[in-house]
């Protein structure tokens, strides 16, 4: 079996071909954007996207959306982690949470498949906490300045390997290969 | 001549509707709602959602889509301005704004037309800037701490003709209007 998946980011390919390949599933690129829709709800971002590829090409095919959602803030950044990260970074984030507390967050990343049969859309989530500095040079976005449960070290303070293996994308991607294979 | 204007908001369309009442124009409601697009351009929101409109009633009509742009932080909140409102609030853009100077900011306001003939897409703009504090009642969203320039007054502190005399929505439509009468 064969699935096409939307993805610019080839680090994010390889990391989703490899889960896929130990099911037998071959994972091909789909150069293709979609349009993301204003939403606080990540389902919701790629349930549509999924239907607008889905239109144009009708092929199986796969996408996902992640977010931080810093709980005392109701969603924030959220659906709009990216857009807010490169106008506040993790600097404005931890600005916003001088003085606030608690501190709980969480990583979401939400992944879809569809096919002529219809949507498989599953979410993994990682919990944690935002921390009161930046620590760690690795990974990207708020990396530095989450720590998740359980754990002494940011996701920026991981290897890659030590992230993807606790990420909510890997997550996400571990349900989908196991709605997939049933 | 009649055109549709596509707004859950009844103060927005009995507003736009005397403005253009003026030149002779019919505005009607169109009770639909578009995907509003993820992107940094209030523009490409309203373009997007024009020929996204377009596509399901074939009838000549408006949509508009506004944000604040705080200088400093290159287009936040932007497009996402009613999304980081209901997260934050104005104290939380007020504490991102602590220490920081300059407090420039504009409020924009995009309307846009569309019929057989193609797209009239205009912006309106007040300049302004962010104060310290929030002061005024009236309005909503960011207008307790966004003065315009040569004012004294926050847009929460000013009467509604007042500020529908020198808001950016106001001068968007002007502007639309100005086209289509042309």
Redesign the interface.
């Known amino acids: 079996m064969k699935i096409y998946f939307a993805t610019g980011n080839p680090g994010k390919l390889k990391e989703v071909s490899e889960k896929f390949a130990g099911i037998g599933i071959e994972v091909m690129q789909l150069e293709d954007e979609y ?4 939403t ?1 709800q990540l389902e919701e ?1 790629v349930r ?1 996207g999924l239907d607008w590829l889905w239109e144009r090409h009708k092929v199986p095919l796969m996408i996902d959306d992640s977010g931080l959602f810093i709980k005392v ?8 982690s990216a ?2 990260f ?3 970074g993790c600097e ?1 984030v931890l ?2 949470m ?1 003085g606030v507390d608690p501190r709980q967050a969480e990583f979401r990343c939400c992944a879809g498949y569809i096919d002529g049969n219809g949507q498989v859309v599953v979410t993994g989530t990682v919990k944690g906490r935002i921390i009161h500095e930046m620590q760690g040079t690795g990974g990207f976005g708020y990396d530095p300045i989450f720590v998740p449960q359980d754990q002494k070290k940011t996701f920026a303070q991981m290897t890659v390997e030590e992230k993807n293996s606790m990420s909510h994308r890997g997550r996400a991607f571990g349900l989908l290969a196991d709605k997939l294979r049933e």
Do not use: M, N, T
């Not at 349009?35 to 204003?38: D, R």
């Not at 803030?73 to 709009?80: I, S, T």
């Open positions: 349009p993301e829709i204003q606080s971002v549509w803030f109701d969603a924030f950044p959220g659906v709009y857009y807010v490169k106008a506040l404005g600005k916003l001088e």
